[in-house]
């Protein structure tokens, strides 16, 4: 019998938590050297991204019951291996095929991290206050684990080459997964949610055909329509759905979802155009772009504590306003961006930005399960949380469709020139513009104050921690 050990298993389940995360946006500030060296067009760095939170955000919710089911332990464990072995295949992979496979490996890998640690931690921990501490602590290592990925990018790429950000991966991994076999303890749900494996699939096929359709063409907006069509269809009728979808119903959650999966677009084309616009169009070191996004990273991981301190005491409609106005005035300052546009300006749009970022998460989790029983409050969270991978990958899509308009085909993407690639950029910092703008006046459907979800007829009342542990993943 393991002795538990709390706060280790918390810093257990954080290291794992800090690579889904990094590995999210660690590989924007690499793809100008992994295109040239594996000879890649824009399509194909969009998937070397996208094939990674595609999967990432298709799967969480299916992980999470599946280690409801087998075990939190067992399958976490699993994920970390899946994990080392699709980091070991992106560092040696020979072209863009094996890359891309092997980013899909780690998202499956991933999948496996970040609900089910969370699941772990909220086991480790029965004290209600020190669980909410300890979600705390959860929240800000995300935050920074998503705003920090460039700029440890900057560093890895510009020292031995984009290989090594996948390499790294590998110590790290070694060590939790020792670290895991003597002091994290099994667990499982008293009660597992079946899984539905045809709103699984309908799911995966949803998505991918909507990131299929902005990368490759037209053509798959057929599968993603069809696909939608058999989704709804599908978890309408199911007595345990992958999604409830009559949480939909909810205008409140309506707009949790929606600023989720628009914070997100607007942080990832952010990322991917600032990367290559950084290094092709201004011919900065992966360093020195990698520096230039630093305070984007303070300002998101500094402010995303307060942001959960000022959701509890005023609720969530103020600080997810701000969210929207502090992305709505980043995107407007860049929206002129050329090619000769001062270094200060580029840094404090990057500060914005991250100020919005920082405060996004708390409210839109909270907004997502307001006025909800326990028994619905996961699913509500888990929605919320798939929503915020889904507009990873629509951004990187969307953004990728944008700079790709400064290549013609069989041009590569850094022989386009300086001028054009800065000006190739613009529309996207228009969408980051109006994505914050939309999240600003969206924030109206959220509660002005917190309101006391009410009880479950037919479920006893569940610890205040426990809920919040539900509804963070």
């Keep these: 019998m393991k002795e538990t050990r709390p706060w280790l298993v918390l810093a257990i389940c954080c290291t794992s938590i800090f690579l889904v995360g990094m590995d999210t946006t ?22 070397v991204v996208d094939a990674y939170t595609l999967v990432l955000a298709s799967l969480l919710i299916t992980s999470g019951a599946l280690a409801d089911k087998l075990g939190r332990r067992r399958v976490f464990r699993f994920g970390l291996v899946l994990f080392a072995i699709g980091s ?31 699941a772990i931690v909220v086991s480790a921990i029965t004290d209600a206050r020190r669980r909410a501490q300890a979600i705390g602590v959860w929240a800000a290592v995300f935050g920074l ?16 080459g984009w290989r090594t950000v996948f390499w790294a991966n590998l110590p790290i991994i070694a060590v939790v997964l020792v670290l895991t076999a003597f002091f994290v303890p099994e667990s499982r749900s008293p009660r597992a949610r079946s899984l539905d494996v045809p709103g699984q699939l309908l799911l995966i096929a949803m998505v991918g055909g909507t990131v299929a359709a902005l990368i490759e063409g037209p053509v798959f907006w057929w599968v993603a329509g069809l696909a939608t ?24 959650f309506v707009a949790a979802v929606g600023s989720a999966v628009l914070m997100f677009v607007a942080l990832s084309v952010t990322l991917l155009l600032g990367s290559l616009y950084l290094q092709l169009a201004r011919g900065m070191s992966p360093l020195a772009a990698g520096l230039t996004t630093l305070p984007m990273a303070v300002a998101a991981t500094v402010l995303a504590p307060y942001s959960g301190y000022l959701t509890g005491r ?45 405060f996004a998460n708390a409210p839109i989790t909270n907004t997502a399960v307001s006025g909800l029983p326990p028994s619905r409050s996961g ?6 949380s798939t929503s915020r ?18 290549a013609p085909a069989g041009v590569a993407l850094g022989d386009a020139g300086p001028a054009a690639l800065a000006e190739a950029t613009r529309p996207g910092w228009v969408l980051v513009a109006g994505c914050g703008l939309v999240v600003a006046l969206a924030a109206r459907a959220a509660p002005a104050m917190d309101r006391k979800p009410p009880r479950d007829r037919h479920r006893p009342p569940v610890p205040p921690g426990v809920m919040i542990a539900e509804t963070a993943a």
């Design 314 to 358: 005023v609720g969530p409609r103020f600080p997810l306003r701000l969210a929207g106005i502090f992305t709505f005035a980043g995107g407007l300052i860049l929206i002129g961006l050329s090619d000769r546009t001062g270094v200060p300006v580029l840094l404090l749009a990057h500060l914005l930005l991250g100020v919005g970022v920082g």
């Design 379 to 384: 699913v509500a969270g888990g929605i919320a």
């Design 145 to 160: 684990s998503m705003a920090a990925g460039p700029v440890l990018g900057g560093v890895l790429t510009g020292g031995p």
């Design 88 to 118: 070991a295949a992106c560092a040696l992979a020979p072209g863009a095929g094996t890359l891309v496979a092997a980013r899909v490996i780690q998202g499956v890998g991933g999948s496996m991290l970040s609900p089910v640690a969370l």
């Design 389 to 406: 991978q889904v507009g990873t990958a629509l951004g990187v899509a969307l953004g990728g469709a944008f700079i790709g308009t400064a």
């Design 26 to 47: 660690v590989v924007n500030i690499a793809l100008p050297s992994i295109a040239g060296d594996l000879g890649l067009d824009t399509g194909r760095l969009q998937w």
């Design 229 to 252: 069509v058999l989704f709804i269809s599908v978890e309408s009728a199911r007595a345990e759905p992958l999604m409830d979808l009559s949480l939909f119903r909810r205008p409140a």
